[in-house]
């Protein structure tokens, strides 16, 4: 009792402490929650991005079937096969489809002729010079301004070309190559570039490969902006940063900046993943960055309902506590009668006091209950808060119970129906045998109240009992009273408490206010009863008079 006056200052710091303790846990979860979904995101790009690609490969495929089926592949027919293809809607992102054929010095005037028989003026196969083997582009569509740059350029001549066609004789396999800037760029709107190659053999059921057996190569023109401002939504990059590296994470080999598509620049990047993608005989380096999108919706809304209902609940608990001790203080050398009257007036004033506030509290956990977007993890959050304002709730009905002095209203009742309806809204354990009495009396009661007696002594009983356990209970008669008796297996009382039990503020319990016994005592005399306890086993044994 010397420190009681410090127990409203321990009550507010064990409640803001709580209070922060949750708000950290909410805060710690969506971080992780956030960090997974960057993580998903970014691997649901990656996945994307590769889908494309390989949808893309298949026109390049398709283009393989049409000249396999045929001795040869005519300008008007390519170009007929690209249009019903309708790739720009179809497939959009690329630049053009064309086809390369692979000459000998020996063949390339005749090539020349062919091209021009086709009505394709002035072919140059350029770099000039003369070679032992050529690869220049033959057909390329659609032949528009850029396009028309690429027709006959060799490019078996620059070398990161050259080496994606050494890979791809050697493979048999879809090709990619290295990062480039294509025959296509003007002076404007430079972009990296990269190809996509298809074998094209004279026999395609022949297993050998080498370069004098490689009739041709079609392939796919990507400028790697266009691509990927036409397959990936728009809103992508707004909180994600991504860049591309063509096999080693090095400035040179930089293919793709995600900033240079939405101009903007995210700094103190919070999240990150490293990821490779194999495509083509080749690997892409993706490294993705990210910051947390701004909070919205009903994180937003739990992020400060928190705090706001913590800080409040702190609050109320700490007033409660003060005026509850200052009203101890005062009753301290007063008689037991005096005690409780004056215990009776603070509670009155506590519960007018407290309600309001518990009211909006109430409302506002309510209301973002019903909040849209809600998860698994953010109703639990939910639970928390409805769990402690049920738990204040509970804490001010045992304090308006033992201050309220309403007459009771008597009525013949049933003992069993009374016992009945108090054990329908308690949980007994599995581990607890529960007995209840054979005999069935009528007592003359306010069945309400008696109700509540009930279920106050069982569920001490049930709290009593740590493992497997018993309750029973008895009703028995006399000429003049009527004997109820609540036994327990539990570890019992102290033989020095005994006489305290039923005294205001008296508990064992970690949690409760120390009212129950005081209250069902309070009930009982009211009934022109008594209420006794005794030990060993525990039992609580209640006398009513048969007539008041």
């Known amino acids: 009792m010397k420190n009681i006056g410090k127990l409203p200052w321990f009550v507010l710091i064990i409640s803001l ?29 990656t996945l994307q991005i590769q889908k494309y690609l390989e949808d893309y490969e298949l026109i390049l495929i398709g283009a393989k079937g049409l000249f396999s089926a045929s001795e040869k592949v005519e300008y008007d027919e390519w170009s007929n096969y690209i249009k019903i293809q309708n790739i720009d809607k179809r497939f959009p992102g690329i630049q053009g489809v064309g086809y390369i054929h692979h000459i000998t010095n020996d063949e390339r005037d005749d090539l020349i002729k062919e091209l021009e028989s086709y009505g394709i003026k002035d072919y140059v196969i350029t770099p000039d010079g003369i070679r032992d083997e050529y690869y220049p582009v033959v057909y390329l569509e659609p032949l528009d301004f850029q396009n028309q740059r690429a027709m006959g350029y060799d490019i078996y001549v620059e070398e990161k070309r050259h080496q994606a066609v050494e890979t791809l004789k050697n493979t048999g396999d879809t090709t990619i190559t290295a990062k480039l800037i294509l025959v296509q760029e003007t002076e404007n709107d430079i972009q990296n570039g990269f190809l996509m190659l298809v074998p094209i053999y004279p026999n395609e059921s022949s297993s050998s490969v080498n370069s004098y057996e490689l009739q041709g190569i079609v392939y796919a023109v990507f400028r790697i902006n266009d691509f ?217 009661c306010d069945k309400s109240k008696m109700q509540s007696v009930f279920s106050n002594l069982i569920s001490n009983s049930i709290q009593a009992i740590k493992g497997h356990g018993k309750i029973t209970i008895d009703v028995k008669e006399t000429n003049k009273k009527t004997i109820i ?50 030990n060993n086993p525990t039992k609580f044994q209640i006398e009513l008079p048969k007539r008041v």
């Open 17 to 45: 402490s709580v209070t922060s303790l949750i708000w950290f846990s909410f805060s710690y979860s969506e971080e992780s929650i956030e960090k997974t979904e960057f993580e998903t995101n970014s691997k649901i790009i």
């Open 228 to 444: 990927m401002k036409s397959i990936l939504d728009p809103t992508t990059f707004d909180h994600t940063n991504l860049k591309i590296y063509d096999e080693i994470e090095l400035e040179e080999n930089l293919l793709f900046d995600s900033k240079l598509l939405n101009q903007k620049e995210i700094d103190n990047k919070e999240y990150s993943l490293k990821t490779t993608l194999s495509v083509g005989n080749r690997d892409w380096v993706f490294v993705y960055e990210g910051i947390q999108p701004p909070h919205t919706g009903i994180e937003h809304q739990i992020a400060i309902t928190i705090p706001f209902l913590g800080i409040s609940i702190s609050a109320i608990a700490f007033y409660f506590t003060r005026i509850f001790v200052h009203n101890i203080k005062l009753s301290r050398d007063a008689t037991r009668n005096e005690k409780a009257s004056a215990m009776g007036i603070m509670a009155s004033r506590i519960a007018h006091d407290v309600r309001n506030p518990l009211t909006i509290i109430s409302v506002c956990q309510e209301n973002l209950k019903t909040g849209q977007g809600t998860n698994e993890l953010k109703q639990k959050q939910l639970d928390k808060i409805e769990h402690a304002v049920n738990t204040i709730n509970n804490i001010i009905q045992d304090v308006l119970n033992f201050a309220q002095t309403e007459n009771i209203r008597r009525e013949l009742t049933s003992t069993n129906v009374i016992l009945n309806n108090s054990i329908k809204g308690i949980d007994i354990p599995d581990r607890i045998d529960f007995e209840l009495p054979k005999k069935d009396f009528s007592i003359n």
């Open 485 to 534: 008796t609540i036994e327990d297996s539990g570890s019992g009382i102290p033989e020095e408490k005994l006489l305290e039990v039923f005294e205001p503020m008296y508990t064992t319990k970690k949690l409760g206010t120390g009212l129950g016994l005081s209250i069902c005592k309070n009930i009982i005399e009211e009934h022109g009863g008594k209420i006794s306890v005794s």
